[in-house]
Nanobody, 114 residues
Framework: VQLVESGGGLVQAGGSLTLSCVAS????????MGWYRQTPDYQRVLVAV??????EYANAVKGRFTVSRDNEKNMVNLRMDSLKPEDTGVYYC??????????WGEGTQVTVSS
């Protein structure tokens, strides 16, 4: 399984970015696809995920970010609007499948300047 992320970059506060993640080599049922951000102490915290219960968001991004999936393409996107400097970080795509399988992408850097 390989997850390839794209769309990170540098943007001014108030701007927008869209991250994309495409998963290949999938031979199992995907339960959820989502995005996580790495904290300064190297923890990965939930930003947004789309699973069986629908989209879920971290409180800090509700109303600004939108997660969407294309199940036919095994793709998940994250539209980020009204970006803030505190949104800066490395964003990781994550796929959760049946039987407890979890896969991560390599990460893409998002930098929001003030």
């Amino acid at each position: 399984v390989q997850l390839v992320e794209s769309g990170g970059g540098l943007v001014q506060a108030g701007g927008s970015l869209t991250l994309s993640c495409v998963a290949s080599g999938i031979t199992f049922r995907i339960n959820s696809m989502g995005w996580y951000r790495q904290t300064p102490d190297y923890q990965r915290v939930l930003v947004a995920v789309d699973g069986a219960g629908g989209p879920e968001y971290a409180n800090a991004v509700k109303g600004r970010f939108t997660v969407s999936r294309d199940n036919e393409k095994n793709m998940v996107n994250l539209r980020m609007d009204s970006l803030k400097p505190e949104d800066t970080g490395v964003y990781y795509c994550r796929v959760d499948g049946n039987w407890g399988r979890t896969y991560w992408g390599e990460g893409t850097q998002v930098t929001v300047s003030s």
